[in-house]
Nanobody
Framework: QVQLVESGGGLVQAGGSLRLSCAAS????????MAWYRQVPGKQRELVAS???????NYGDSVKGRFTISRDNAKNTVYLQMNMLKPEDTGVYYC??????????????WGQGTQVTVSS
């Protein structure tokens, strides 16, 4: 059984910072890409940032220059450092990992989500 557990969300004032973490656990053989998505009510889940197993990164236009994604492959963990937060960054942030577990082909797994609220 594979689990992705996020932590680090909360309430912060505009201009502040938060750091999200997502740890994957279970009988994992290999993790390819890991990513963070966010969702607000009434809108589709959107990509915030992604990172390959080799460390190549990709960011959504709205967060470039403010957010940094990183990962620790030894810990099966991905991070999202969020700086200069804006009220429009508010939403539920979900971790996603494309991974292979024992006896299971590669597929995408999702965390349960963590709420980020930025007050103006």
């Amino acid at each position: 059984q594979v689990q992705l557990v996020e932590s680090g969300g909360g309430l912060v004032q505009a201009g502040g910072s938060l750091r999200l973490s997502c740890a994957a656990s279970g009988r994992i053989i290999r993790i390819n890409d890991m990513a963070w998505y966010r969702q607000v009510p009434g809108k589709q889940r959107e990509l915030v940032a992604s990172i390959t197993s080799g460390g190549n990164t990709n960011y959504g236009d709205s967060v470039k220059g403010r957010f940094t994604i990183s990962r620790d492959n030894a810990k099966n963990t991905v991070y999202l450092q969020m700086n200069m937060l804006k009220p429009e960054d508010t939403g539920v942030y979900y971790c996603n990992a494309d991974l292979k577990a024992i006896f299971v082909a590669f597929k995408g797994y999702w965390g349960q989500g963590t709420q980020v609220t930025v007050s103006s």
